[in-house]
């Protein structure tokens, strides 16, 4: 009964390169969420996905960020030019459905280091 | 927008006793609220949740109580044990608001004494 896996889970990348984030859904979950945590602080969302399609993507930067969740595939999270505001655990989740009232299960996150 | 609040940062209790850990929310449009725990270099584990049509709901040692007429979710835990510990985000979706958009809340870190 494998929950929500995320790899890496620990990435150190120097400025100006590109970090991906990868995302295995729960078997049978279609529905995909990044959030990003700062430490010592709560969850801010920043994209949801279904497979093939962005539904809502209004908490991500405008710039250097994008999300893809493929037909086949694990759902990406891709950071270009990094820059050291971009250290941060990503937390990737999923639910059964889109329903608002579905809860998300989270994975265990991957820990973003800018050197 | 919606905002989430914690009450209190920090909790201590005493292990056997009852925990309760408070969140405000901000939206009266808000319509689902659901409790996570997070344990270190983990992510969020769903607890409980309940819709705004409810003001109780029970799990296991857990109870999440919603008052809406101040906006007020709490989490209930009864006689906490050494496991409890870790911090604990209220989290909540605005009705109209996207799908997916949950709202986290800082957090309350709850630690337990042997």
């Known amino acids: 009964n494998a929950g929500v896996m995320q790899n890496p889970r620990h990435l150190v990348r120097r400025r100006g390169q590109e970090a991906r984030l990868r995302c295995s859904p729960m078997?049978?979950?279609?529905?995909v969420y990044w959030y990003r945590q700062l430490p010592e602080e709560g969850l801010k969302f920043m994209v949801y996905?279904?497979?093939?399609?962005?539904?809502?993507e209004s908490g991500m930067p405008k710039e250097r960020f994008s999300a893809e969740f493929p037909k086949e595939g694990p759902s990406i999270l891709r950071i270009q030019q990094v820059v050291r505001g971009d250290s941060a655990a990503y937390f990737c989740a999923s639910s059964l459905v889109g329903h608002v009232n579905q809860p998300q299960h989270f994975g265990d996150g991957t820990r973003l280091s800018i050197l | 927008g919606e905002s989430v609040g914690l009450h209190l940062p920090t909790l201590s209790v005493q292990e056997g006793d009852n925990s309760i850990i408070n969140c405000a929310y901000s939206n009266s449009a808000s319509d689902y609220f659901i409790w996570y725990k997070q344990e270190s270099g983990k992510g969020p584990q769903f607890i409980i949740d309940i819709r705004s049509n409810m003001d109780k709901r029970q799990g296991q040692r857990v109870t999440v109580l919603l008052n809406k007429t101040v906006k007020h979710l709490s989490l209930q835990i009864a006689a906490t044990q050494p496991g409890d510990s870790a911090v604990y985000f209220c989290a909540v979706h605005e009705d109209g608001g996207s799908q997916g958009n949950l709202i986290f809340g800082k957090g309350t870190k709850l630690s337990v004494k042997p």
């Open positions: 078997k049978g979950h279609s529905h």
């Open positions: 996905l279904q497979k093939e399609n962005i539904i809502d």
